[in-house]
């Protein structure tokens, strides 16, 4: 844990970083909510308006709909088994959002999504630096999952999908697919783009029944319940920092949903 917390906390306070980044690494929301936030008014500093790509510190008193907000707070790393039908979205006028399903204490955010009708795991933090670099396909970051589909698959099947698919204008990475049963396999992607795996599945004829995500990077699902959360460990915290350490934090506007 020492690794993760000298890199991401223990920043010099007179430092001073981008106001979104800012209230992303204090747990307020994401970058992209962030500058939401800002254009609407709703966060001030030193009781002025806030200003687009403005630089601030932990001097500086900064309120967001008038709550003061301090980049102080331990950072929140837990693991979640996403059940099916629950919302990977912080709106809360989306009644199923992951947020109010969980009703963690701390103000938390999902780090990449699985869409509503998909299970498993599902990672969330209050800390933005970790967030990109995890999500990013050219990091090369593995995600694993088991798929079933509305009908037998063949050789043909797993050997295109582990070749690549033409889908959102562009041809999928290749990647590994092991077939588990009749109608099951398992796939594992370094890249997430928009429903892949439902979209790869679609172009080849087949319809997906049940998916689950059962890994990141080295983080696994393992026993953990349906609509259950855990921490971290600390061995799990200080492989997932090595695996990180060189990546980069840009994301391909593609990216995102699973």
Known sequence: MDKITQEFKNKDTEELVRLNKYLSNAGVCSRREADRLIETGKVTVDGVRAEMGMKVNDTMEIKVNKKIISSKEKMVLIAVN?????????DPREKDNIVDFLKYPQRIYHIGRLDKDSEGLLLMTNNGDIVNKILRSGN?????????????ITKA?????????????????????????????NI????????????????????????????????????????????????EMNKLYMLMEHSSNTVDAREDIE
Do not use: A, W
Request: proline share 5%; hydrophobic share 30%.
């Open 188 to 235: 594992i992607l370094t890249q997430g783009l928009n429903r892949q795996i439902r979209r790869m599945c679609e172009y080849l004829g087949y319809k997906v029944v049940t998916l689950k995500r059962i890994r990141i990077m080295n983080i696994h699902l393992g026993r953990l319940h349906s609509g259950g959360y855990r921490n971290l460990t600390t061995e």
């Open 140 to 152: 090369q970051h593995e995600k694993e999952y088991i798929v079933t589909v509305n009908r037998p």
């Open 82 to 90: 996403k059940p099916v039908g629950i919302v990977c979205t912080t």
């Open 157 to 185: 099947f797993i050997k295109k999908m582990s070749e690549g698919v033409p889908i959102l204008d562009t041809v999928t990475k290749p990647c590994k697919v092991t077939p588990l049963g009749k109608n099951k396999f």
